[in-house]
Structures are given as structure tokens and as C-alpha cells.
């Protein structure tokens, strides 16, 4: 039970994390700073369209832009094998030890003999009446 909520929570950060939700909490986190900072001068109405028009950010947002310039400009490693990587792997295959994927271990539980009774032999003529008194 534990150990499936700890899974499931795991697989839900890691999605999270995937898509880009911490950039995107930072994001919401200099949004609402900006416009805490801005009403107390500038009122709501004034806060809010400069907040979101992008034409005063602040320092949140100046690194959250270069953050995802940095993504952007970063190598993708997600290319297929070339012809060559394809040869070396092939070469090298055959020098490495060999891995036996084993199943999952299960015990055997014992036969568990049915409710209904069985005759030990096989009945082949079916039994006579008793005789009736007269």
C-alpha cells in the first residue's frame, strides 16, 4: 500500500519534472512577487499590465529567460546511432558476459482439494431398489 502511493508519487514528480513544472512554478513565483511589489506604488489595474505585458521584468524573470535560452541552446542527446556506433556495438557484443534474465520467483501452492466428493472408483451400473415389503 506504502509502497505503491511512494510509486505512483514518484512517477507523477518525475512526469511533473519532465514537462517543465519546476520552470513553471519559478515562473508563477516571479509573477506574483512582481505584482506584490507593484500595487502598493502602482495599484492593481497598473500592476497586473505591467506584470504581464513583459516590458519591466524582473530579476526572476531576467534568469527564468536566460534559463530557457540555456535549455534551447543545450545538445540534444536523443539521436538515433549512426552506421559506425552500429559496427562498435557489434564488435564489442560478443566480449560481454552474458546475462540470464531470470523470472520472478513464486511459490507453489498445494492443490487444494474441491468441496464436492469424488468416488474413488468409477460406478458402471447404476444401484437396484431395495425390495418392498408386501
Known amino acids: 500500500m506504502l509502497r ?3 510509486i ?7 512526469a511533473f519534472s519532465i514537462i517543465g513544472g519546476p520552470m513553471a512554478i519559478y ?17 492593481i489595474a497598473e ?5 504581464f505585458s513583459g516590458d519591466a521584468p524582473c530579476q526572476h524573470c ?13 545538445p540534444k542527446n536523443n539521436h538515433l ?9 557489434a564488435k564489442i557484443a560478443p566480449h560481454m558476459k552474458k546475462i ?9 501452492l498445494g492443490f487444494i ?4 466428493p469424488i468416488p474413488d472408483s468409477r460406478v458402471t451400473q447404476c444401484p437396484t431398489p431395495p425390495p418392498r415389503d408386501c
Open 4 to 6: 505503491d502511493m511512494i
Open 8 to 14: 505512483k508519487l514518484t512517477c507523477i514528480a518525475t
Open 27 to 43: 515562473q508563477a513565483f516571479a509573477w506574483s512577487k512582481m505584482i506584490h511589489d507593484r500595487i502598493p506604488q502602482q495599484g
Open 47 to 51: 500592476a497586473l499590465d505591467s506584470t
Open 62 to 74: 531576467h534568469k527564468i529567460t536566460l534559463l530557457k535560452k540555456q535549455q534551447a541552446d543545450a
Open 81 to 89: 546511432p549512426d552506421k559506425i556506433e552500429i559496427i562498435s556495438i
Open 100 to 108: 540470464a534474465i531470470l523470472g520472478p520467483h513464486s511459490k507453489k
Open 113 to 116: 482439494f474441491p468441496s464436492i
